[in-house]
């Protein structure tokens, strides 16, 4: 199931289970959000932005940002891109280190915590498995937010691992404790039963219609129509015969 949900005005996209890869026991689901992040108004001096993803202990979070993307902290030697205001900022000077008290990143960098968590630094790019849960905050790095211009549009891509026999289920696709086959769909005509039973197995049985145990067809269960035969002309009704009675038909072996 493929679910889009707009949320202020950023398209998501929530794949369940049936993106990606399977393992043997686990699946991964994965949510892709694109949030736009302003240096002005999401600062970490003013109000970072809080994302839609809750991310858990155990996720995989890779965060891009096109590098050509730029905001400011102010001057015009002050602009950079999500890497932040450093030695090798294409688009002006380096400014060093800003240290808020609990974390150290350089000016004019991307960075992102687990909220009430500890803050780790993005820049253009990021990857890695989370050690917290919370939602997913957003920030420009500065010590102050007054003078601030700029924004960059931020890809994230969340993948969760779920255990995929929590939810399964006759119908799922996949062969589970207690099923003989599952091929995933709802023709119970087919080798596999809506029931997850082999066909092949069932007694020869090929007929769809319950009850029918001898598979012609008329859900009698077990009586084949050519022995109620009692109009002798082969078709297996018990009215009006035929010319040719069919006690009266060469055998065939």
């Not at 905050?137 to 937010?145: A, F, I, R």
């Not at 769909?185 to 087919?190: A, E, G, I, K, L």
């Not at 067809?217 to 082969?234: S, Y």
């Amino acid at each position: 199931m493929i679910l889009d949900i707009l949320v202020d005005e950023v398209d998501v996209e929530f794949d369940q289970c049936i993106i990606d890869y399977f393992c043997d026991d686990e699946c991964i689901d994965t949510y892709n959000d694109e949030y736009v992040v302003s240096a002005d108004e999401n600062s970490i001096a003013s109000t970072p932005l809080v994302t839609t993803l809750n991310v858990e202990a155990g996720d995989y979070l890779t965060i891009t940002v096109d590098p050509t993307d730029t905001w400011s902290a102010g001057a015009a030697d002050r602009t950079s891109n999500a890497d932040g205001l450093t030695a090798t900022n294409p688009y002006g000077g380096n400014y060093g280190l800003y240290n808020n008290g609990s974390a150290e990143f350089p000016y004019g960098a991307l960075v992102a915590r687990i909220y009430g968590g500890s803050f780790f630094l993005i820049g253009s790019s990021f990857a890695g498995t989370i050690t917290e849960t919370g939602l997913l905050e957003l920030m420009y790095w500065d010590s102050n937010s007054e003078d601030n211009t700029g924004l960059v549009d931020v890809s994230v891509r969340l993948e969760k691992s779920v255990l995929c026999d929590e939810d399964s289920f006759c119908g799922d696709g996949f062969v589970d404790e207690g099923e003989k086959c599952d091929d995933g769909n709802s023709d119970n005509t087919d080798s596999c039963r809506n029931n997850c039973t082999d066909r092949s197995g069932g007694g020869g049985n090929s007929s769809s219609i319950p009850g029918d145990g001898d598979g012609d067809g008329d859900g009698d269960g077990d009586t084949p129509d050519r022995l109620l035969e009692t109009g002798g002309d082969g078709d297996g009704d018990t009215d009006e015969p035929e010319d040719t009675p069919l006690t009266s038909r060469p055998l065939v072996f």
